[in-house]
Each structure stands twice: as C-alpha cells, then as structure tokens.
C-alpha cells in the first residue's frame, strides 16, 4: 500500500485545515487508517484513528471537538479535518494504515506510512 498525505500549510491560530491521505494498492477497505504527528523535539502521537468502516473513530484528548477524521472507501481517501488549530498542533503529520479492521492507536502496530505533510499554525 502507498500512501499519499497532502493539505497541511501554514495557518494562523483558530483557522482551519483538511488533511487528505490517497491509498493505492490493495483494497482500502481492509484497513484501519491513523493519523499521527511528530512536532520539533517530540515523540510522534497517534492523533485520530478510525475503523475501516468508518463506524469507530478515536481522538487524543488534545484534538478532541476539534479534529473530526474520516473516510471514503470509494475514493480510496481518509481526511482530517482541522478546526480551532492552536499553535501547539504544528507538526509533521502522517498517515499510516494497518492491516486489520478495527481501529488502533499503536504507531508499531501499523504497516504502512506516508511521507508526511507540514501543519504550522501561527499565533
């Protein structure tokens, strides 16, 4: 599976962002999808994960009513969609997909990686 992130830029504080991730490969819809961020000096977090049904999602307490994630198994695509950014959600931001069904939270459990998009949000 290949995996394509893109959406991040540069933002200022309370804006708004969507992050798109394209998977190509084999089908979409055996996969749970995550979404993880890396910021300058820290440990990369699991941020959003959904199930591949798109039923079950998690959030960090950090993001949580104000990222919502999602997905479309037709277009092959998962989003986050980013509200109310702060400066403290600037970050490299990943999407991975693992090979199960049901959503997980654990970076070592996932197979598959993208290459990574840039979210910085000004104060």
């Known amino acids: 599976v290949q995996l394509q992130a893109s959406g991040g830029g540069l933002v200022q504080a309370g804006g708004s962002l969507r992050l798109s991730c394209e998977a190509s490969?084999?089908?979409?819809?055996?996969?749970?999808m995550g979404w993880f961020r890396q910021a300058p000096g820290k440990d990369r977090e699991c941020v959003s994960a959904?199930?591949?049904?798109?039923?079950?999602?998690y959030y960090a307490d950090s993001v949580k009513g104000r990222f919502t994630i999602s997905r479309d198994n037709a277009d092959n695509t998962v989003y986050l969609q980013m509200s109310g950014l702060i400066p403290q959600d600037t970050a490299v931001y990943y999407c991975?997909?693992?090979?199960?069904?049901?959503?997980?939270?654990?970076?070592?459990?996932?197979?598959?990686w993208g290459q990574g998009t840039l979210v910085t949000v000004s104060s």
């Open positions: 490969g084999r089908p979409f819809s055996t996969y749970a």
């Open positions: 991975a997909a693992h090979e199960a069904t049901m959503l997980n939270i654990f970076q070592r459990e996932y197979h598959y």
């Open positions: 959904i199930s591949w049904s798109g039923r079950n999602a």
